[in-house]
């Protein structure tokens, strides 16, 4: 992320929040007394408020059946965690945890403090049997259980901000600038936080330890490290830079089956992998991004669900979320923000809402009708702390009974550059009205049982849907594109 973007992250969100004094208490890990930026109270509602915004930015995937097979699975785990056993300190045991199945295609997991852990349905694609799950749900547990959240915001100067804490085991991330704006500056301060290599150790070895204690083959947490390393080398980046502060996934590999092999050593069987049950959870979940919630098509930006469509100038890049569209050029130093205005009845209430915040210095304002709709506009600046000023163009528009709002802006030295660019956006909003687009339907996984040998790729349809690749597919079901697949085996095949 570029510091222009940062920056003006963090001029949106504001000033984060930070903790208030050191407390000095007993770790429900080790038992010992260590510093904290947090109280354990403080935790506890930390989580609980962070976690509305959470939903509200990434939502909920709609498959109750689903989601209490997760949360169920963690429940489990909860039994042999610090958190309940003889030792464990009054004020921790019997923490009431919430496990949740986010909508998004990213694959991640992560962990709020106070027990709060969410998975995605992009990581439960990457999956193979509940015995990897159970790795994944016990390292975010883990987290929570040694208060690392708490620990690094004791130790970090949030002048000076880490990369993201809260991604899938510390390797993948899996917030970016559209996220960020959107929240508060608590729950932006938590996505900002960064673990350690030896939090991520720390929590892998829980993560085994609790799965291996309830009797599931620890080892295959592995196999999810390796799908990780598989993505990020389809990515182009083997160990992204800005993760270099965590494990490597090669190592993580290696390490996790070593681990389980102590915790065997110890008297714990790890006989439970249950792959068909969990294969049959995850049978016709989503998969990919879902394009009735939007999505990019050759310079155009279609929502079949809202039925409107808008235009991305060239060399901008999309970041689609629930709450916001974000277009960010390839510099990174100019950004359109799209979103619903639900508290303004009108386009000039938005706009000049917009402007009444302080330290926004109007230029101009006047009405506009783009494709004939009712809108309203206005350029202004804004100065940053650093003395760098920005220019903003805001536009609003109404559109089937919503008000969309757009804001556009870069430094006002390179204003000029982008201004038709960023014109061309909400001057380009119209009607969606291409039945093929509108009737659009997301990818889903479906089960498919080998009746033969062969390849892998051998088993792949001729034509994958939404821009899927073959390669894509294979490592979903941990295989190699030209690995031998004996018949009679379950594999995950991306349909439309």
Request: glycine residues 8%; contains cysteine; charged residues 20%.
């Given at each position: 992320?570029?510091?222009?973007?940062k920056?003006?992250?963090l001029?949106?969100i504001?000033?984060?929040?930070?903790?208030?004094?050191?407390?000095?208490?007993?770790?429900?890990?080790?038992?010992?007394?260590?510093?904290?930026?947090?109280?354990?109270e403080?935790?506890?509602?930390?989580?609980k408020?962070?976690?509305?915004?959470?939903?509200?930015?990434?939502?909920?995937?709609?498959?109750?059946?689903?989601?209490?097979?997760?949360?169920?699975?963690?429940?489990?785990l909860?039994?042999v965690?610090?958190?309940?056993?003889?030792?464990?300190?009054?004020n921790?045991?019997?923490?009431?945890?919430?496990?949740?199945?986010?909508?998004?295609?990213?694959v991640?997991?992560?962990?709020?403090?106070?027990?709060?852990?969410?998975?995605t349905?992009?990581?439960?694609?990457?999956?193979?049997?509940?015995?990897?799950?159970?790795?994944?749900?016990?390292?975010e547990?883990?987290?929570?259980?040694?208060r690392?959240?708490?620990?690094?915001?004791?130790?970090?100067q949030?002048?000076?901000?880490?990369?993201?804490?809260?991604?899938?085991?510390?390797?993948?991330?899996?917030?970016?600038?559209?996220?960020?704006?959107?929240?508060?500056?608590?729950?932006?301060?938590?996505?900002?936080?960064?673990?350690?290599?030896?939090d991520?150790?720390?929590?892998?070895?829980?993560?085994?330890?609790?799965?291996?204690?309830?009797?599931y083959?620890?080892?295959?947490?592995?196999?999810?490290?390796?799908?990780?390393?598989?993505?990020?080398?389809?990515?182009?980046?083997?160990?992204?830079?800005?993760?270099?502060?965590?494990?490597?996934?090669?190592?993580?590999?290696?390490?996790?089956?070593?681990?389980?092999?102590?915790?065997?050593?110890?008297?714990?069987?790890?006989?439970?992998?249950?792959?068909?049950?969990?294969?049959n959870?995850?049978?016709?979940?989503?998969?990919?991004?879902?394009p009735?919630?939007?999505?990019?098509?050759?310079?155009?930006?279609?929502?079949?669900?809202?039925?409107?469509?808008?235009?991305?100038?060239?060399?901008?890049?999309?970041?689609?979320?629930?709450?916001?569209?974000?277009?960010?050029?390839?510099?990174?130093?100019?950004?359109?923000?799209?979103?619903?205005?639900?508290?303004?009845?009108?386009?000039?209430?938005?706009?000049?809402?917009?402007?009444?915040?302080?330290?926004?210095?109007?230029?101009?304002?006047?009405?506009?009708?783009?494709?004939?709709?009712?809108?309203?506009e206005?350029?202004?600046?804004?100065?940053?702390?650093d003395?760098t000023?920005?220019?903003?163009?805001?536009t609003?528009?109404?559109?089937?009974?919503?008000?969309?709002?757009?804001?556009s802006?870069?430094?006002?030295?390179?204003?000029?550059?982008?201004e038709?660019?960023?014109?061309?956006?909400?001057?380009?909003?119209?009607?969606?009205?291409?039945?093929?687009?509108?009737?659009?339907?997301?990818?889903?996984?479906?089960?498919?049982?080998?009746?033969?040998?062969?390849?892998?790729?051998?088993?792949?349809?001729?034509?994958?849907?939404?821009?899927?690749?073959?390669?894509?597919v294979?490592?979903?079901?941990?295989?190699?594109?030209?690995?031998?697949?004996?018949?009679?085996r379950?594999?995950?095949?991306?349909?439309?």
């Amino acid at each position: 992320m570029k510091t222009f973007l940062k920056t003006t992250i963090l001029v949106v969100i504001t000033s984060l929040v930070l903790p208030s004094c050191v407390s000095i208490q007993t770790s429900p890990v080790s038992g010992n007394k260590r510093a904290y930026g947090y109280s354990w109270e403080e935790e506890l509602k930390i989580g609980k408020d962070a976690d509305s915004e959470i939903i509200a930015q990434y939502g909920l995937y709609d498959d109750e059946e689903l989601s209490n097979y997760v949360s169920n699975l963690g429940q489990e785990l909860l039994e042999v965690s610090h958190f309940n056993r003889e030792d464990t300190p009054s004020n921790y045991r019997n923490t009431d945890f919430t496990f949740r199945v986010l909508a998004s295609p990213v694959v991640n997991a992560f962990a709020l403090p106070g027990g709060y852990v969410y998975v995605t349905r992009g990581l439960l694609a990457h999956l193979e049997n509940e015995a990897q799950l159970m790795v994944v749900l016990g390292h975010e547990i883990g987290h929570v259980a040694a208060r690392h959240a708490s620990q690094r915001a004791a130790e970090q100067q949030f002048g000076q901000l880490g990369v993201i804490g809260l991604a899938v085991l510390g390797e993948s991330v899996g917030v970016d600038g559209g996220n960020i704006l959107q929240l508060s500056s608590q729950t932006a301060q938590l996505l900002f936080l960064s673990y350690s290599r030896d939090d991520e150790r720390e929590s892998d070895q829980l993560g085994v330890e609790y799965s291996a204690m309830k009797g599931y083959e620890a080892a295959e947490g592995g196999e999810f490290f390796r799908s990780l390393k598989r993505i990020s080398e389809k990515s182009g980046q083997s160990i992204p830079s800005h993760l270099s502060s965590h494990p490597d996934p090669g190592e993580r590999e290696e390490n996790i089956p070593k681990l389980a092999a102590e915790w065997a050593q110890k008297g714990y069987d790890q006989t439970i992998v249950d792959s068909d049950e969990y294969l049959n959870m995850i049978d016709n979940m989503m998969y990919g991004q879902n394009p009735r919630e939007g999505f990019e098509r050759n310079g155009t930006f279609y929502h079949p669900e809202l039925k409107f469509q808008f235009p991305v100038p060239n060399g901008f890049n999309v970041i689609n979320q629930p709450s916001a569209v974000i277009l960010v050029n390839d510099d990174q130093d100019a950004i359109v923000q799209f979103s619903i205005d639900s508290k303004n009845a009108t386009p000039e209430a938005s706009v000049k809402e917009f402007l009444n915040q302080e330290g926004v210095n109007t230029r101009e304002q006047s009405s506009t009708q783009p494709n004939g709709l009712n809108g309203y506009e206005a350029e202004a600046s804004i100065q940053q702390e650093d003395g760098t000023s920005l220019t903003l163009e805001i536009t609003a528009l109404s559109y089937g009974g919503n008000i969309y709002r757009f804001l556009s802006y870069t430094t006002s030295q390179q204003f000029d550059t982008y201004e038709r660019q960023f014109a061309s956006v909400p001057d380009g909003f119209d009607r969606l009205t291409d039945s093929s687009i509108l009737n659009i339907q997301p990818a889903r996984l479906e089960l498919v049982k080998t009746s033969r040998s062969g390849a892998f790729s051998s088993f792949l349809p001729n034509n994958l849907p939404l821009g899927i690749e073959p390669l894509d597919v294979a490592i979903i079901n941990q295989v190699q594109l030209d690995e031998n697949i004996p018949s009679g085996r379950w594999i995950k095949i991306p349909r439309q």
